[in-house]
């Protein structure tokens, strides 16, 4: 069975950092390709960031600009997201995914399995 666990959601302040993880159990990590979507109240679902299997990636520039690091470490099945420079329009509840293609999808549809997400909130 397939276990996608998101941590490292919370309360910080704008301009501050957080670091979420997702952590894979039930796949061959290695060999999926990983991402990150954020989902806004009363908003879309919408790709962040994404990794492939052998370390490439992919950013939406429009959410990101340049703030965040995707990374993962196949040794350990885990997926990150290092997130700097917070502002408020970054809340949103933060979910992993894992697709077993070979290219970095930006569509929800793309992807096979999901975590439950973590809350992320930005304070201004």
């Known amino acids: 069975q397939v276990q996608l666990v998101e941590s490292g959601g919370g309360l910080v302040q704008a301009g501050g950092s957080l670091r979420l993880s997702c952590a894979a159990s039930g796949l061959t990590f290695s060999r999926y390709v990983m991402g990150w979507f954020r989902q806004a109240p009363g908003k879309e679902r919408e790709f962040v960031a994404g990794i492939s299997w052998t370390g490439v990636s992919r950013y939406n520039p429009d959410s990101v600009k340049g703030r965040f690091t995707v990374s993962r470490d196949n040794a350990k099945t885990t997926m990150y997201l290092q997130m700097n420079s917070l502002k408020p329009e970054d809340t949103a509840v933060y979910y992993c995914?894992?697709?077993?293609?070979?290219?970095?999808?930006?569509?929800?549809?793309?992807?096979?399995?999901w975590g439950q997400g973590t809350q992320v909130t930005v304070s201004s």
């Open positions: 995914a894992a697709d077993r293609g070979d290219i970095i999808g930006t569509m929800s549809w793309q992807y096979d399995y």
